[in-house]
């Protein structure tokens, strides 16, 4: 699973909540998810619309991520490169366990007793965003 793949597919779908259908359509559909360290999400777009989007949508993508991880992140626009954008985004192979097949010892691990720290709060946010839309991100 590439974990800022589907936090950005949950972001995107705030911003299309937000936004007009066009408005979307037109300037911020095409944006890409390059990675997210820390607080610093850096997205990619064609130069014009990176431009437009620094000047006019700066505010609603800062509302997107806050709403998908829980905590404010910095935003940063790069150039989309077209090597970049003609890869597709590859996902590794995931194995997903069972619930009834749990080790011992691991059942009590549950949301409410996950201690949440600086390393691990993105990806706490994006398992609760899970957690609260199963199937859906």
């Known amino acids: 699973m590439n974990d800022f793949g589907d936090l950005f597919a949950l972001v995107k779908e705030k911003l299309r909540q ?7 359509d037109v300037w911020l559909n095409e944006m890409q998810p390059v990675r997210l360290e820390d607080n610093l999400a850096v997205l990619a777009l064609p130069e014009f619309k990176r431009r437009i989007t620094e000047q006019k949508f700066i505010e609603p993508l ?3 991520f806050r709403a998908a991880l829980g905590f404010d992140v910095e935003i940063q626009l790069v150039d989309l490169d ?4 003609a890869q597709p985004v590859k996902k590794p ?13 691991q059942e009590g691990n549950t949301f409410e007793t996950f201690v949440v720290g600086g390393s691990n709060k993105f990806a706490h946010a994006a398992a609760l965003a899970v957690a609260d839309n199963p199937g859906k991100h």
Do not use: M
């Open 18 to 24: 937000e936004l007009t259908e066009t408005i979307f």
């Open 62 to 64: 800062h509302r997107a």
């Open 82 to 85: 077209v090597s970049i954008a």
């Open 93 to 105: 192979d995931v194995v997903v366990q069972p619930q009834n097949d749990l080790p011992t010892g």
